[in-house]
């Protein structure tokens, strides 16, 4: 029985040292774990150092960035005209009853066939150019800058425009610049005679000519006549 007893605590007591083996063992790990975080953290502080000082020193030159830098352009004022918004036309009172009357008389045969959407299209276009044709244009500002041209408060960057040209319509030159937008397609400006060189050398640098060896009958009552690049 005794026996039994002290066998039983001599058990304990070996199972104790292995637990206080293991404990130990752990915390040693753990210092040791400990020590090596601190020794790297140590270690990056001194590469820092040492290497600002070799900066310092100018012993070692800064790697350039490969990141391509985008070369900052600001929006400096090159030239700037004012000009009617639009073209005035000349409205003739009986000639524009005249195309009512043709207008209404198709329209009242759009309204038997029902093509009521044909017919509310005409009817728009008759106001339109009853409008166009007794409203006075207003005078708008346009400027070229350095990054692109402004007109009516809106900037269109050179990267947006395409080409451009010329054409005149009795006394009126028109300035056409073609953009990469889906809308607007065209920007149309009314340069006055003695703006029109100064604006042509400074696009010219930008947007090429548009060389256009075909312009239609639609295009001269629209903008009337091309102006090639050696007329310019």
Request: hydrophobic share 40%; aromatic share 12%.
């Amino acid at each position: 029985m005794v026996k039994k007893k002290e066998e039983s605590v001599e058990s304990e007591k070996n199972e104790f040292g292995k637990l206080l083996e293991i404990v130990s063992g752990e915390k040693g790990l753990r210092e040791r774990e400990e020590k090596i975080k601190k020794a790297k953290i140590e270690a990056k502080k001194q590469e820092k150092q040492k290497r600002r000082d070799e900066i310092v020193k100018e012993e070692v030159r800064l790697e350039d960035d490969p990141t391509p830098k985008r070369k900052v352009v600001q929006n400096i004022k090159l030239f700037e005209w004012s000009a009617p918004d639009r073209h005035q036309f000349g409205f003739n009172k009986k000639g524009f009853l005249v195309i009512v009357v043709f207008a209404l008389l198709f329209a009242l045969l759009l309204a038997i066939l029902k093509n009521y959407f044909l017919m509310a299209a005409i009817m728009s276009v008759l106001f339109l150019l009853y409008v166009a044709g007794t409203t006075r244009p207003v005078k708008v500002r346009h400027q070229i800058t350095a990054r692109g041209m402004e007109t009516m408060g809106k900037l269109y960057e050179w990267y947006l425009l395409d080409k451009f040209f010329f054409t005149k319509k009795e006394d009126t030159v028109f300035l056409i610049v073609e953009t990469k937008l889906n809308f607007p397609g065209t920007l149309i400006f009314l340069v006055g005679q003695k703006d029109k060189d100064p604006i042509f050398v400074l696009l010219q640098d930008k947007l090429l000519y548009k060389d256009i060896r075909k312009w239609g009958r639609l295009d001269r009552l629209t903008y009337g006549e091309y102006i090639p690049l050696e007329k310019v």
